[in-house]
């Protein structure tokens, strides 16, 4: 049984900044790509950020390229998401995901991945 737990969300006034946590457990955790999803209300789960096994290659959607910072530690089997200079647009819930699937030096920008978190609500207020 493989599971993943976030942590890290809350409010946040525009311009600040929070660190999101995805332990995983379960399995061997450098065999996963992971990422990072938001959902809004009324709105799709989407991509935030991608990394690798091994963390060489990542991938962030345009609206948080130079603002948050993805990486992983796979010591500790765990993810993390740092947030800066966020903005009201960024309220969401967000998700971590874990994919057995790709290559090791893949990253998964689509939903398709094997296992998710239960989320954790990010709130900036402006």
């Known amino acids: 049984q493989v599971q993943l737990v976030e942590s890290g969300g809350g409010l946040v006034q525009a311009g600040g900044s929070l660190r999101l946590s995805c332990v995983v457990s379960?399995?061997?955790?450098?065999?996963?790509?992971m990422g990072w999803f938001r959902q809004a209300p009324g709105k799709e789960r989407d991509i935030v950020a991608a990394?690798?096994?091994?963390?060489?290659?990542?991938y962030y959607t345009d609206p948080v390229k130079g603002r948050f910072t993805i990486a992983r530690d796979n010591a500790k089997n765990t993810v993390t998401l740092e947030m800066n200079s966020l903005k009201p647009e960024d309220t969401a819930v967000y998700y971590c995901a874990a994919d057995l699937r790709t290559n090791p030096l893949g990253v998964t920008t689509s939903p398709a991945y094997d296992y998710w978190g239960q989320g954790t609500q990010v709130t900036v207020s402006s």
């Open positions: 990394i690798s096994r091994t963390g060489v290659n990542r």
């Open positions: 379960g399995r061997t955790f450098s065999n996963y790509a």
